[in-house]
């Protein structure tokens, strides 16, 4: 027989009640309590009916997350950081990719319209019109996770793209005497690359150091692109003495790839950089030179935050930034160079 939250109420000797505020807000139970409540869970591995639940407490104390693409240990980590938070704060999480072109619309559409979740966090890579258009319509709570949509009332969970972007172009400048960076990005559409490049531009400025036609490709932060292209100009970039700032590690990878490939050797003769700071910087030989992300805190904080929108739904807007941070290691030939 299955275990009632009535079975945990006895064996605690608390109320039915005092078990539910243990579930559903730990903070308001004096702490000998919720661990008499915990341990009485954990003991007789009580699992709630999350349906029956919401049926109580007139919600569906499920929360939505809308992302680009599921593929990619990017993504996966923001996954990581909800799903966490959302069970300590007593909610399940339904997870989708956006479909292409579509950047979730449909999805949106549906949960909006059919009470399946209480709220959605969503992560916009870009907005065009017809986005725009469906998240300002959106009846529940949302959370843009990494944008920002003019003129629609919502919470956000962005990160620092310009100081990580800023701090890697200054290093290459300062510390490895680049004078010649070639920046591959994502598609120009890209919030992230748009905010990178903007910061990779600033820094050439200031340093008086030019951008040629060729120094800056759009790509889709996709190991093969990157990897195709590396393999048609990684001689001519070695010819130049370039480095290459790739926006994302996984594109960096596909040129340290196709450098190896060509017999080129990294970073003696040609320095890749990535961004986000995947397992893939690690996993790369040599470790990559990359800008740490807080990619699990990301989705995490999506979560906390609109779990308090659904708690205040009134209060104003709030934009959590998270900070990025310059990690250097072997690809920028700074620790050959300088022992740094």
């Known amino acids: 027989m299955a275990v009632s939250i009535e079975d945990v109420a006895k064996k605690a000797n608390v109320s039915i009640s005092t078990v539910s505020r243990v579930m559903n807000r730990r903070n308001i139970v004096n702490v000998d309590t919720r661990k008499r409540v915990e341990s009485a869970i954990r003991e007789l591995g009580y699992r709630p009916n999350v349906f029956a639940r919401g049926l109580m407490l007139q919600k569906s104390c499920v929360l939505g997350l809308v992302l680009p693409n599921l593929h990619g240990e990017f993504y ?183 450098a190896i490939e060509r017999g080129i050797s990294v970073p003696s003769e040609l320095r890749v950089v990535g961004f986000d700071d995947t397992r893939i910087a690690q996993m790369t030989r040599p470790r990559m030179t990359t800008v740490h992300v807080p990619m699990s805190s990301m989705g995490a904080s999506a979560v906390e935050l609109l779990c308090r929108r659904l708690d205040e739904p009134k209060r104003p807007a709030t934009r959590l930034t998270l900070q990025s941070e310059l990690i250097v290691r072997v690809s920028c030939g700074a620790v050959d160079r300088f022992g740094s």
Not at 111 to 131: F, I
Not at 157 to 173: K, P, T
Not at 232 to 245: G, I, L, T, Y
Request: with cysteine.
């Open 76 to 258: 996966t980590e923001v996954i990581r950081g909800a799903d966490f938070r959302a069970r300590e704060l007593g909610y399940q999480l339904m997870i989708s990719s956006a479909v292409k072109n579509d950047d979730g619309n449909t999805l949106l559409s549906a949960v909006s319209g059919h009470g399946l979740v209480d709220g959605v966090a969503v992560m916009v890579s870009e907005v065009n019109a017809h986005t725009h258009d469906i998240l300002a319509n959106v009846s529940i709570p949302f959370v843009v996770l990494d944008g920002h949509l003019d003129g629609v009332k919502h919470d956000s969970v962005v990160i620092d793209q310009r100081y990580g972007a800023e701090s890697m172009v200054c290093h290459l400048v300062d510390n490895c005497h680049a004078k010649r960076i070639v920046f591959v990005g994502g598609l120009d559409t890209n919030f992230d690359t748009r905010e990178r490049l903007a910061a990779y531009r600033d820094v050439m400025g200031k340093a008086k150091l030019k951008i040629g036609p060729e120094d800056i490709y759009y790509l889709d932060y996709q190991y093969e692109p990157a990897y195709k292209l590396g393999l048609k100009r990684v001689e001519q970039w070695v010819q130049d003495d370039a480095c290459v700032f790739a926006a994302n590690d996984e594109m960096a990878a596909g040129i340290i790839d196709a």
